[in-house]
């Protein structure tokens, strides 16, 4: 095991956490704040500005940077286009975020609590990563 | 709208944020690595070579939380009310829609906000319609 490889694992530990105590990795809570027009728990959107408070600093420090502090180049996005792909897709995973609760996160943190609804949703979120890779190979 | 006062849990709902924020600044500032969970978990599926080994720590973090919260504290409740075919077609739509858009919460929400990204933005605003859309839609006009 390497530095960069412990790194990593650290980030994911801490991120886990992070869903934990948020109350994100909780579907009903997450549906709770989903639900605007119901009993609306507006919890998360502190989540969100808690998250983004410190994230804020660190990638305008990233931007300015080439290479990470354990030595690997930098890897930030460089697409910028507003396309259909985008859009549709973000609209696809934000229907089924308000179907269960889960987004991707929420979900593998609640997998590792070993309750079998998120294994259940794990596994259907992996098998559509994997359709969505077939679709893209028939595209090439 | 109507605010649910009982619920809201201001206090755990920022530090967790801030403990997010700080996971996500810790991979970017030393791995040098967007923190997007449905880009690395694709990622893996993908196989790339020179990145499995970061992937899969990254996800093996993920997952050991709960065991390591609750080596020193209870585990807080997690809930799930969705019946199985509703979870399959929900983890269907977000395997897909998130690899289709290059990201989800993490990635466009957390990691693409702070780094004022219009496409992430668009990406957030899009997906968050879609999930007050769906509730409104599910609990309001089925009643379910």
Same mark, same amino acid.
Not at chain 1, 51 to 61: E, K, N
Not at chain 2, 59 to 86: C, D, K, Q, T
Not at chain 2, 89 to 97: C, D, E, N
């Given at each position: 095991?390497?530095?960069?490889?412990?790194?990593?694992?650290?980030?994911?530990?801490?991120?886990?956490?992070?869903?934990?105590?948020?109350?994100?990795?909780?579907?009903?809570?997450?549906?709770?704040?989903?639900?605007?027009?119901?009993?609306?728990?507006?919890?998360?959107?502190?989540?969100?500005?808690?998250?983004?408070?410190?994230?804020?600093?660190?990638?305008?420090?990233?931007?300015?940077?080439?290479?990470?502090? !354990?030595?690997?180049?930098?890897?930030?996005?460089?697409?910028?286009?507003?396309?259909?792909?985008?859009?549709?897709?973000? !609209?696809?995973?934000?229907?089924?975020?308000?179907?269960?609760?889960?987004?991707?996160?929420?979900?593998?943190?609640?997998?590792?609590?070993?309750?079998?609804?998120?294994?259940?949703?794990? !596994?259907?979120?992996?098998?559509?990563?994997?359709?969505?890779?077939?679709?893209?190979?028939?595209?090439? | 709208?109507?605010?649910?006062?009982?619920?809201?849990?201001?206090?755990?709902?920022?530090?967790?944020?801030?403990?997010?924020?700080?996971?996500?600044?810790?991979?970017?500032?030393?791995?040098?690595?967007?923190?997007?969970?449905?880009?690395?978990?694709?990622?893996?599926?993908?196989?790339?070579?020179?990145?499995?080994?970061?992937?899969?720590?990254?996800?093996? @973090?993920?997952?050991?939380?709960?065991?390591?919260?609750?080596?020193?504290?209870?585990?807080?409740?997690?809930?799930?009310?969705?019946?199985?075919?509703?979870?399959?077609?929900? @983890?269907?739509?977000? @395997?897909?829609?998130?690899?289709?858009?290059?990201?989800?919460?993490?990635?466009?929400?957390?990691?693409?906000?702070?780094?004022?990204?219009?496409?992430?933005?668009?990406?957030?605003?899009?997906?968050?319609?879609?999930?007050?859309?769906?509730?409104?839609?599910?609990?309001?006009?089925?009643?379910?």
């Amino acid at each position: 095991m390497n530095k960069v490889t412990i790194s990593a694992f650290v980030s994911g530990l801490i991120f886990s956490f992070g869903l934990l105590l948020s109350g994100m990795a909780n579907p009903e809570k997450v549906l709770g704040f989903l639900d605007l027009f119901g009993a609306w728990d507006p919890s998360l959107a502190l989540v969100m500005g808690g998250a983004i408070a410190v994230g804020l600093p660190a990638f305008l420090i990233a931007q300015k940077r080439t290479n990470a502090i !354990l030595g690997e180049p930098m890897h930030l996005p460089a697409n910028r286009k507003l396309d259909k792909r985008l859009l549709l897709g973000s !609209l696809a995973f934000g229907v089924g975020w308000g179907l269960a609760g889960f987004c991707p996160g929420p979900g593998i943190v609640a997998s590792g609590a070993l309750e079998p609804g998120a294994l259940v949703f794990v !596994l259907a979120m992996v098998s559509g990563m994997l359709v969505f890779r077939q679709l893209e190979r028939r595209t090439r | 709208m109507n605010i649910d006062w009982n619920a809201f849990t201001p206090l755990t709902a920022l530090a967790g944020g801030v403990l997010i924020g700080l996971a996500s600044a810790w991979l970017i500032l030393m791995n040098g690595r967007i923190a997007g969970i449905s880009g690395i978990l694709g990622g893996l599926l993908n196989n790339e070579r020179g990145n499995r080994g970061w992937q899969l720590a990254f996800m093996l @973090g993920l997952l050991a939380g709960p065991a390591i919260w609750a080596l020193f504290h209870a585990l807080p409740s997690i809930e799930i009310n969705a019946s199985y075919p509703v979870l399959i077609a929900a @983890g269907l739509l977000v @395997g897909i829609g998130t690899r289709y858009a290059a990201g989800c919460t993490s990635g466009h929400g957390v990691c693409g906000l702070s780094r004022l990204s219009p496409r992430s933005l668009a990406a957030t605003l899009t997906f968050m319609f879609g999930g007050f859309a769906t509730v409104y839609v599910v609990r309001h006009l089925l009643g379910a």
